[in-house]
């Protein structure tokens, strides 16, 4: 997006990538779809952005939903807005809109090297790169840096970046998981019969630290290690926020939430007969399969003996999550490059002529498209502000010159 901005400003443009190929990521979200944005009022938007969402609220400003429709539609992309209120390209893949954005940048002048591993700044203040061919500098006006998050680095964004940044007096956040999987203590017998089986239709809850309670209806998967999927991910900034602050964080789960405690009391205390437990619970109450095995997983004997015990577990099933997943398997990243390393252009004050934009900056948001419109976004406002500063420069020459003394 910063390369589009400053090419069609007239300035000429090197983009330089570590990996073989460009935008492997962007290509992986298509795998899924490509929910590039979604297609909700502006002010629920910006919200997602939490804390950020005074800063992301300025790119989007200029640069929102609507214009990446729009924007994606001038490459010949049609978009359609799903049932959820995601926004998806028609074909729901990436490769034919980057394809048709990569011919337009070339054809507008922009050069592409892959495998160019930047390392840095030389002594001099030129880039250095790792190349097939030996080291390489390069001198530039300015840089806009988009090294993306620390999650899925073999497609190129492995943070390395952190260390060359902080070297030089920007203030980096730790980059941590957002839209993560966590840890469970699961049982042998869970892990062994139900990982990789999605448990379908439930509400998950969960009383933040700040005592708000966060409710999420949806669908997760159990995995070997624990929990992943939209539900999880949507609530997975609270959840790692505060497993980080206590050691811990107890989500809610709600198995059957189109019944009531009182009706499925009443369910459940109905004679058994011959009846096993599992038939009850999947006649009386719904619950079997994967279900039943997380409600044995956390009951007592005592529990499932008694009505009132099982209804309100069914309702309310507390799962212990005891730590987030590593990053490298998180959808995006949390930290980054500190809003007050940065000026208004989203340039480094430490470093000027220095620009950043993307997942590297220290913004988080859930999935629905947010994550890519944001670095959409910034990626125009870093263009936009790079082109402010260099104007700003230059008019400072023209003053020395008129003015010599
Ligand atoms: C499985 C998955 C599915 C996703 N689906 C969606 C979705 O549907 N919708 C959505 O909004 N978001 C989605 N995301 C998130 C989205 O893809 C990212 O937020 C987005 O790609 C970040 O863009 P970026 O340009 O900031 O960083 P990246 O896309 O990570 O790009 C950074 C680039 O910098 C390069 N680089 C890094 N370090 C160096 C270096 N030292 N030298 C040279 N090059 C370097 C990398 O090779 C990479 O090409 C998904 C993410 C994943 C993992």
């Not at 840890?183 to 042998?188: D, I, L, P, Q």
């Not at 109450?285 to 003996?305: M, N, Q, R």
């Not at 976004?377 to 500063?389: M, P, V, Y």
Request: aromatic content about 6%; charged content about 20%.
């Amino acid at each position: 997006m910063a390369a589009e901005v400053l090419s069609n400003a007239g300035m000429r443009v090197d983009v330089f990538d570590a990996m073989p190929s460009v935008a492997r990521k962007f290509l992986l979200a298509g795998r899924g779809g490509l929910n590039l944005t979604h297609a909700e009022a502006p002010e629920p938007f910006v919200a997602r952005y939490g804390a950020r969402r005074a800063e992301v609220g300025r790119w989007l400003a200029e640069f929102g939903p609507q214009q990446l429709r729009d924007w994606a539609h001038a490459l010949g992309i049609e978009t359609f807005v799903g049932s959820s209120g995601r926004v998806f390209p028609q074909e729901m893949k990436a490769a034919p809109l980057l394809r048709a954005w990569l011919h337009r940048l070339r054809g507008a002048g922009v050069s592409f090297h892959a495998r160019h591993h930047w390392l840095g700044w030389d002594g001099d203040g030129s880039l250095r790169f790792a190349t097939p061919a030996g080291e390489l500098k390069v001198g530039a006006d300015a840089t806009v840096l988009a090294l993306g998050g620390g999650s899925w680095a073999r497609l190129g964004s492995d943070g390395a970046w952190v260390p060359l940044l902080a070297t030089r007096g920007v203030e980096v956040q730790t980059l941590r998981p957002a839209n993560c999987g966590f840890n469970v203590a699961w049982s042998e017998h869970l892990r062994l019969r139900f990982a990789g089986t999605p448990v379908k239709t439930v509400s998950a809850s969960f009383i933040a630290q700040d005592g708000s309670v966060n409710r999420q209806d949806g669908e997760f998967l159990i995995t070997q290690h624990g929990v992943e999927g939209s539900l999880i991910y949507a609530l997975s900034a609270l959840l790692r926020d505060c497993i980080e602050a206590s050691g811990g964080a107890v989500l809610h789960l709600d198995l059957a939430p189109g019944r009531d405690l009182a009706r499925l009391t009443r369910n459940l205390a109905q004679p058994r007969g011959r009846d096993s437990l599992s038939n009850h619970l999947r006649r009386r109450a719904g619950i079997a399969g994967v279900k039943a095995a997380l409600l044995h997983e956390s009951a007592a004997p005592d529990d499932l003996a008694t009505p009132e015990r099982l209804a309100a577990l069914i309702k309310s099933l507390p799962l212990r999550l005891t730590s987030p997943r590593p990053l490298d398997e998180a959808i995006s990243s949390a930290g980054g490059v500190d809003f007050a390393a940065l000026d208004g252009n989203l340039m480094l004050k430490a470093l000027p002529g220095t620009f950043c934009a993307g997942e590297m900056l220290d913004w988080e948001a859930p999935t629905g498209g947010y994550l890519l419109t944001a670095c959409f976004a910034s990626g125009r406002a870093a263009a936009q502000g790079l082109l402010r500063w260099l104007d700003g420069a230059k008019n400072a020459d023209a003053r020395k010159c008129a003015d010599p003394l």
